[in-house]
């Protein structure tokens, strides 16, 4: 389902690290409403993706490491717990700079 793959050849994912990674962040804003579009977009498709690899796998446990696509995990009718059991591990915070008494300090 990644159309920028299926128009460039190339993935989203690998692109926007790659950005980071130059430090090429000025219109980054304008590229993740973009993003956030697409995603919208391709909903419906996301969640019949889902419904099929859950009832193929029946995980226990379901964890998202792209927040964007939360709202597809959580309105996919076919999960396969009675009680959704997922979870969100945020991936994007390696800007975050530690406070002034953090233990997370090297101490060299």
């Given at each position: 389902m990644d159309v920028f793959r299926k128009v460039t050849g190339l993935r989203l994912e690998d692109c926007y690290n790659l950005l980071l990674n130059k430090g090429w962040t000025l219109g980054s804003p304008q590229?993740?409403?973009g993003m956030q579009w697409i995603i919208?977009?391709?909903h419906s498709r996301q969640?019949?993706?889902l419904e099929k690899v859950w009832?193929?796998?029946q995980p226990d446990l379901l964890v998202s490491l792209v927040?964007?696509?939360n709202?597809?995990?959580s309105t996919a009718p076919?999960?396969?717990f009675p009680e959704p059991r997922w979870l969100t591990i945020l991936?994007?915070?390696?800007?975050i700079r530690p406070t002034s008494g953090s233990s997370a300090r090297s101490s060299s």
């Amino acid at each position: 389902m990644d159309v920028f793959r299926k128009v460039t050849g190339l993935r989203l994912e690998d692109c926007y690290n790659l950005l980071l990674n130059k430090g090429w962040t000025l219109g980054s804003p304008q590229l993740t409403r973009g993003m956030q579009w697409i995603i919208r977009l391709y909903h419906s498709r996301q969640v019949r993706v889902l419904e099929k690899v859950w009832r193929e796998r029946q995980p226990d446990l379901l964890v998202s490491l792209v927040p964007n696509l939360n709202r597809a995990i959580s309105t996919a009718p076919a999960t396969p717990f009675p009680e959704p059991r997922w979870l969100t591990i945020l991936t994007d915070i390696a800007d975050i700079r530690p406070t002034s008494g953090s233990s997370a300090r090297s101490s060299s």
